[in-house]
């Protein structure tokens, strides 16, 4: 059985996960749905959102780019996973994946109302969310006692698992906006998210279990000098540089403070920031 989009009601969107199957379904699907109507218009069974990240020129390089984008026929494939023995000892109650699947789609120019013509798939919806065409579900799963976690794909198998749905569809759906947003803002979005992005790939680098804060900040502070703060509010840069230099002074209880006031400023401008730390 699948969701179709505008089929959830609004009760089901609830923070509380219900723990049976049946109902956790619904509620997983709600979620989508809820996302979907957060970053686009719904209209029928069609979803309209502006597209506004990075496209590849005709010279092959990567550039800033919104475009509108249509969507008809979405539904919303929510597959219960058959728990194993190891899994019930671990309390776990439901698992499903999760995928988003569309009957065609197509593209207009973000400053008039034409459209062009009609293509079959989602369209940048799979590649949003998988980084290609081909479909691979995302995952929700539950433990009694515990909040859902969330699974994002990536090449290594399911990771980044987070324990807010917000959050989460936000950085799965963080090249979409609503058509009506502020065509300045959506450029400031973008960036912010682009900022984020980068320091993320940086701090991957050089994570490590057990290495000293010290022996971190000579790889990891060159990095973020690197990422261009062009483009972001000042009080964004502010807080990001203030970051730095709590790096700089290998300042544990201010690497953190300065963090949360980054990510307080990102969410303020409507930016996901579902991007991990150390």
């Known amino acids: 059985m699948v969701s179709m989009l505008g089929e959830s009601s609004l009760e089901e969107v609830s923070a509380d996960a219900p723990s049976s199957e049946g109902a956790a379904k619904r509620w997983v699907e709600a979620q989508v749905h809820a996302a979907l109507a957060r970053h686009g218009t719904v209209k029928g069974d069609e979803w309209m959102s502006v597209y506004a990240g990075n496209e590849r020129d005709s010279k092959g390089k990567s550039v800033y780019a919104e475009r509108v984008v249509v969507i008809k026929g979405i539904v919303i494939n929510c597959s219960p996973l058959e728990l194993s023995d190891a899994d019930k000892l671990n309390n776990f109650q439901w698992a499903f994946d999760i995928d988003i699947a569309a009957t065609a789609f197509r593209y207009g120019d973000a400053r008039s109302a034409s459209l062009g013509e009609w293509s079959d798939g989602k369209g940048p919806l799979g590649i949003m969310i998988l980084g290609e065409s081909r479909s691979i579900p995302l995952r929700a799963q539950k433990q009694k006692g515990e909040a859902v976690a969330w699974n994002r794909w990536s ?119 579902f991007f991990r730390k150390f």
């Open 155 to 273: 090449l290594l198998g399911f990771s980044q698992v987070t324990t807010s749905q917000v959050d989460f569809f936000e950085q799965e759906f963080e090249n979409f906006q609503q058509p009506n947003t502020d065509p300045a803002n959506r450029a400031i979005v973008w960036r912010i998210r682009n900022v984020l992005r980068q320091d993320n790939a940086a701090s991957a680098k050089v994570a490590g279990d057990g290495k000293p804060l010290a022996e971190v900040r000579e790889r990891y502070v060159p990095m973020m000098l690197a990422i261009d703060l062009g483009g972001c509010p000042e009080e964004f840069s502010d807080a990001y540089r203030a970051h730095i230099q709590a790096w700089r002074d290998v300042d544990s209880a201010a690497i953190g403070t300065t963090w949360e006031r980054v990510v307080e400023v990102a969410r303020q401008h409507g930016s996901a920031t």
